[in-house]
């Protein structure tokens, strides 16, 4: 049984960090490529950040510069250390886990808030 778990969410002050984990079980977790969705109140699901199972990362442009995504596969464990954070970056993140190279997403945690607020 896959099971993606997120941690890490919560209530931050505008210019705050948080750093959210996402723990895999029931896969090769090496053999993935790993990353995070997010979605806002009233607006559509939108990539965040992956990380291929050759740790090559890409950033949706908003989040360039402030978020960094990162894996260990002794863990299997991928990790979004978020600073700079802005009121528009609340939202539900969720993590995910695409068997490389397939494009399409094989499995979703059940998402993590993160609220910006001050």
């Known amino acids: 049984q896959v099971q993606l778990v997120e941690s890490g969410g919560g209530l931050v002050q505008p210019g705050g960090s948080l750093r959210l984990s996402c723990a895999a079980s029931?896969?090769?977790?090496?053999?993935?490529?790993m990353g995070w969705y997010r979605q806002a109140p009233g607006k559509q699901r939108e990539l965040v950040a992956q990380?291929?199972?050759?740790?090559?990362?890409n950033y949706v442009d908003s989040v360039k510069g402030r978020f960094t995504i990162s894996r260990d596969n002794a863990k299997n464990t991928v990790y979004l250390q978020m600073s700079s954070l802005k009121p528009e970056d609340t939202a539900v993140y969720y993590c995910?886990?695409?068997?490389?190279?397939?494009?399409?997403?094989?499995?979703w945690g059940k998402g993590t808030l993160v609220t910006v607020s001050s």
């Open positions: 995910f886990a695409r068997k490389d190279p397939s494009p399409g997403v094989d499995y």
């Open positions: 029931g896969i090769i977790f090496s053999r993935h490529a």
């Open positions: 990380i291929t199972s050759g740790s090559s990362t």
